[in-house]
């Protein structure tokens, strides 16, 4: 069962379609294998999920307004034998640990299980239990400093590059514009004084 969340303003425009994951992640409380779901999937279910493994879909979830992602699936090619064998395999158990300081989360990671992966690469109905795992682990990272990870990772520059040639560039075409216009207005000028 989904529920979905209320999305605000920016979560709209941004297409995000948040819902309740069924996943239970108790503060401290540590968990082994612990089932979400089983799901028999027809041959359609199975190519579609295929498709989303092909094209690296991944799943993002927030723990106390932590971003936490991982893919789906995975494609796995034979490259010692024949380099053309290629196995499609989906994920059925993310394993969560969790980073604490006192009675505050710092830093929460998703991982995928491959070895418990289910193998997806024929058309053929499969039937899947979806589990999760939690490790929750002490650290010294103050409160303040838990965003300190994701601005590192982000996919922004870390340094400030000046585009040398779009500035001149720009310059170039103001300059150019204005003496076009000004051309313009000088010639209806002059005939106005004339």
Known sequence: HVTEK????????????LVDAPYKLDFRADKASE?????????????????????DYYFQMYYDDLPVW????????????????????????VHFEILYN??????????????TAVDITEDKEVEVEFTYSATWKETNT?????????SRSSSLPHHLEIHWFSIINSCVTVLLLTGFLATILMRVLKNDFV
């Open 35 to 55: 089932s979400v779901c089983k799901k028999k999937f027809s041959k359609e279910d199975v190519i579609k999920f295929r498709q989303a493994v092909m094209k």
């Open 142 to 150: 103050p409160f303040d400093a838990r965003m300190e990870r994701y």
């Open 102 to 115: 006192k009675d505050r989360v710092i830093e929460i990671t998703a991982q995928a299980m491959p070895e």
């Open 70 to 93: 991982g893919f789906i699936g995975k494609v796995e090619k034979d490259v010692k034998n024949d380099p053309s064998d290629v196995r499609y395999l989906l994920f059925r158990e």
């Open 6 to 17: 209320k999305e605000a303003l920016g979560e709209v425009l941004n297409g995000d379609r």
